[in-house]
Each structure stands twice: as C-alpha cells, then as structure tokens.
C-alpha cells in the first residue's frame, strides 16, 4: 500500500513551458485535492476532486487544468507556467465524508 | 464558508517545557477540526482529529487538543517538546458534505536546548 504518490518530487520550468504533475492514489479513496504551499500562506486548495469525471476550482484555480479519468489518479496540468507558480504542491485523499486526509510527499517546482 | 486562524506565526520553546499551539475557526454548525504536522521538507501527517463526543482528544506523538465550541478553539498542546517537534504546525477545518478541508497558515515550532 504505497498510499498518495507524487512525481516528480522536483522541477524546473521555463516561463511559458507546459508540464504535468502527476498524483496517484491506491486506497481507492473518491476526494483527491491539489494544494499549493507558500511561505507565509498555508495550504491553499487549487483543485479538487469528489469522483472519476467530476473536479470543481479551489481558492486559486488560475493557471491550472485537472482532469480525473480514474479513481486513482489525478494530474494538475499547468499549461504556460509563471514565476507565481514557483511554490511546493501537495496531493491528497480521502474517503468523502471521512475528512481524514492523506498527503504525498510534495513537488516542489520552480519557474524561471 | 468556514475559515481557520491561527494566531501565531512562529513559538520558540526549550526543549521540556510545555507547548500550547491556538487555533480559532469559524463555521456556524459542529465543524471537524484537525491539527497536522510538516517536518522540514516533508508532506504533512495527521496528528490528531476532532469530529464528535469527548472535547479533549488524544493524538499521536504524544500530543493533544481540546475542542471549546464556547470560544470556537481547537489548541494543541503538548505537556513536554522534545527537540524532534520542531516542525510547522497546520489546523483544519472541515464541514459536512464534500466541501474542502480549509487550512489556517501554519505555526512554525522552534525547540531550543
């Protein structure tokens, strides 16, 4: 039981450069949520999931695409990255109704 | 909407005093409350979890927290800090249905000898 996996677990894009992060969960949990990490900020939700085919926006939304084709995996696509985007992500599951939350390990992304 | 506060953005104590860490929320009906931890560089563990019945909750690492409806407050307290808590310190609110767990900034722990 690997639980919330995340890759790559480092990056480095260009302005303007498109890429993927990938998260994938094997505890067939139905609520998976992408989170950015900030100094100062705390946890700010961007995207999250309560089942295959259905994703709805967080607080900070712009920028990213999601997509959630099966129950295990959910990717956060950025489709022109920006410097703003320069922070650590974090995926997490968990069983709707449950509230306890399972995190990965983090990606942590730069963007020059 | 429910939100989370957490007062204090960085506590430094010695290593085997005693640490409280406040949290205020804010939701009109029983929310589930959570405290996290993230060690340097790491993801972020359950520590404990409050969803109903007994206010003072028992978690992992030796650590508690007490629910107060009566001040909105969810502390986590722990009775003596050993240097490996120094961490960053995240409570959580939840509220029924699907809607997300909302996070407050974080309090970030230093353990001095």
């Known amino acids: 039981n690997a639980g919330v996996t995340q890759t790559p677990k480092f990056q480095v894009l260009k302005t303007g450069q498109s890429m993927t992060l990938q998260c994938a969960q094997d505890m067939n949990h139905e609520y998976m949520s992408w989170y950015r990490q900030d100094p100062g900020m705390g946890l700010r939700l961007i995207h999250y999931?309560?089942?295959?085919?259905?994703?709805d926006q967080g607080e900070v939304p712009n920028g990213y695409n999601v997509s959630r084709s099966t129950t295990e995996d959910f990717p956060l696509r950025l489709l022109s990255a920006a410097p703003s985007q320069t922070s650590v992500y974090f995926c997490?599951?968990?069983?709707?109704?449950?509230?306890?939350?399972?995190f990965g390990p983090g990606t942590r992304l730069t963007v020059t | 909407a429910q939100s989370v506060t957490q007062p204090d953005i960085h506590i430094t104590v010695s290593e085997g005093a005693s640490l409280e860490l406040r949290c205020n929320y804010s939701?009109?009906?029983?929310?589930?409350l959570f405290w996290y931890v993230q060690s340097p560089g790491q993801g972020l563990q359950l520590l404990l979890k409050y969803f109903s019945g007994d206010t003072l909750v028992q978690g992992i690492k030796g650590f508690e927290a007490e629910f107060k409806r009566s001040q909105s407050s969810f502390n986590l307290r722990k009775p003596s800090v050993h240097w490996s808590d120094a961490a960053e310190y995240f409570c959580a609110v939840g509220a029924s249905g699907n809607t997300p767990l909302v996070f407050g900034k974080g309090t970030r722990l230093s353990v001095i000898a």
């Open positions: 999931s309560v089942g295959a085919g259905i994703t």
């Open positions: 939701y009109g009906a029983t929310p589930y």
């Open positions: 997490a599951s968990r069983f709707t109704g449950s509230y306890e939350q399972y």
